[in-house]
């Protein structure tokens, strides 16, 4: 997420954290860098102009010649500049006090919306609501039969009409449905639209007349950059919007529209789409993005993932078994499977505090579905008795091993070295062996 934003900021910032005083003229040159990858990353111009002179000034209030630590100082201060082109801090979905809450998802062809609906339903579902989809994109083929699709996967259902209905219709049938259901909230999937289509701009209005939501969400590809700030202007200008919805953040290396789009257009991002499944939908907060960009990680979203899809039990069982030098291949497999919920590794790393600094040094293949499927075909292809001894493993029975497997002997030792270290570390966190600043990471 930002890869090429991140990198380039954090390594022009981190050469102030080295000089021990800082002149007008170092912060000029600073800002200047800054101001470029900004603009690079296709960054509204004005935005990128006003957040540069607001950091220069600021950093120019501040007593950096009598501070011990100048850089770090204007770290802080661009950080917190950054927050708050953002959107300053995180802003929740409303929800009526009494009868069912309706969300209304509008955007561009292309832009997720049905999936994202999907997304938004098991957020809700996850947060103890009662969502209900409704079908509303009547135009593109089989448009319904996706979002049924997707309903049964997430065990939450789909409201459509047969006949050839149209979408004022059925956006009448569907509060009429849910008026006589006990869902608290409704999940309203649109068409894809141009925003000079008036046509089609008016239609959407009468569907916002008819089911009256809370929230009218536009749902719009990060990707685009520039233009998704100009979609989103146009947008809210003709029907109204109160929140954004950036999908493919994941594949974003620029950055341009989640740091343009909260200032042009005055609407609060809400929900950030992190990748293809239907879980990879997170709740946007600045603070923690704009720690991301600046390669300071953000372990409370991490913290929040791992919550998710890790079980406490099983946590305290693995915990005594580690101390119990009980951890074996089975293990080490089951945790790796585990952590492959939370996110892909590669989104993990972009979490953890200072990883940017060795961008480029760690091996992408390690970090795939790739390795991961590598790893279960060499431990299936183990004896149940190799998988709790591995130490028994000789040279036959590693070939027997990596021909099992499909892969080769060295693959198979480099998966044994792996285990080793990892029963090591598990260890050393277990008794709390580790550096103090190390084992708060694990609290």
């Known amino acids: 997420m930002f890869d090429n934003l991140s990198t380039k900021i954090t390594s022009v910032l981190n050469k102030l954290t080295s000089k021990g005083r800082l002149t007008e003229k170092d912060i000029d040159n600073t800002l200047r860098e800054v101001r470029l990858a900004l603009l690079e990353a296709d960054v509204n111009f004005k935005v990128a102009r006003d957040l540069i002179k607001t950091i220069k000034d600021k950093s120019l209030d501040v007593d950096l010649i009598n501070t011990i630590t100048p850089g770090q100082q204007i770290i802080k201060i661009t950080h917190d500049e950054f927050t708050k082109i953002l959107g300053s801090r995180n ?235 009980q951890f074996d291949l089975d293990d080490f497999l089951n945790q790796m499977q585990q952590i492959k919920k939370i996110g892909s590794f590669s989104q993990m790393l972009d979490m953890i505090p200072g990883i940017s600094k060795f961008a480029g040094k760690i091996d992408s293949n390690n970090l795939d579905d790739n390795h991961l499927k590598k790893t279960e075909a060499i431990i299936y292809s183990m004896t149940k008795e190799e998988r709790k001894n591995p130490e028994i493993i000789s040279g036959s029975r590693r070939r027997r091993i990596s021909s099992g497997s499909g892969t080769n002997p060295q693959d198979v030792n480099q998966l044994l070295n792996q285990f080793k270290q990892a029963q090591k570390l598990m260890k050393q966190v277990a008794t709390g062996k580790l550096p103090k600043n190390m084992m708060n990471m694990f609290k």
């Open 91 to 325: 802003q929740k979905i409303l929800f009526k006090p009494d009868g069912p809450s309706v969300i209304l998802l509008v955007g561009l062809n292309g832009s997720g919306k049905t999936t994202t609906a999907a997304k938004l339903a098991l957020h809700l579902k996850q947060s103890n609501k009662s969502p209900l989809l409704v079908a509303g994109d009547l135009y593109r083929p089989a448009a319904v039969e996706q979002l049924k699709t997707l309903g049964n996967q997430i065990n939450v259902p789909v409201f459509s009409l047969d006949n050839n209905k149209s979408v004022l219709d059925l956006a009448s049938a569907s509060i009429e449905y849910t008026r006589k259901s006990q869902f608290d909230c409704v999940i309203f999937d649109t068409a894809g639209r141009f925003q000079i289509d008036d046509d089609l701009m008016n239609e959407l209005l009468g569907v916002k007349d008819k089911i009256l939501p809370v929230e009218t969400l536009l749902v719009v590809d990060s990707m685009t950059g520039q233009e998704a700030v100009n979609v989103a202007d146009s947008f809210n200008g003709k029907i109204g919007i109160t929140g954004t919805i950036l999908t493919k953040l994941d594949g974003d290396a620029r950055g341009g529209a989640a740091l343009s789009i909260s200032t042009i257009t005055k609407v609060p991002i809400k929900f950030i789409g992190v990748g293809e499944k239907v879980s990879d939908l997170e709740e946007f907060y600045p603070e923690r993005l704009s720690s991301r960009i600046l390669g300071m990680g953000d372990v409370l979203t991490l913290i929040e993932k791992s919550q998710k899809v890790i079980d406490a039990d099983e946590l305290v069982n693995l915990k005594d078994k580690i101390k119990k030098s």
